[in-house]
Nanobody
Framework: QVQLVESGGGLVQPGGSLRLSCAAS????????MSWYRQAPGKERELVAR????????NYADSVKGRFTISRDNAKNTVYLQMNSLKPEDTAVYYC?????????WGKGTLVTVSS
């Protein structure tokens, strides 16, 4: 079965950095694009970043461009989100997502809180 497990969330001060990880299993990881989404209280879930299966092509939300970097290690079946220059508005639950055979698969999320 498909499993996506996020880790690395926590409390960080504004301007700080954090790296999230998503460990994937149950499918051929290297064959699929992977995405990070986030959802803050009272807001819609939004796409943060996406990375293609093998070419390394990436896409970012305008709000995080220049600050966040998505990457993947296909040998480790892991996708990462490096977050720098964090702002309070980055506070959210961050989710890892894969679309496999037309179906969306989600991790349970990891909470990132940016506060002084």
């Amino acid at each position: 079965q498909v499993q996506l497990v996020e880790s690395g969330g926590g409390l960080v001060q504004p301007g700080g950095s954090l790296r999230l990880s998503c460990a994937a299993s149950g499918f051929t990881f290297s064959s699929y694009a992977m995405s990070w989404y986030r959802q803050a209280p009272g807001k819609e879930r939004e796409l943060v970043a996406r990375i293609s299966s093998t070419s390394g092509i990436t896409n970012y939300a305008d709000s995080v461009k220049g600050r966040f970097t998505i990457s993947r290690d296909n040998a480790k079946n892991t996708v990462y989100l490096q977050m720098n220059s964090l702002k309070p508005e980055d506070t959210a639950v961050y989710y890892c997502k894969a679309k496999i055979w037309g179906m969306d698969y989600w991790g349970k999320g990891t909470l990132v809180t940016v506060s002084s």
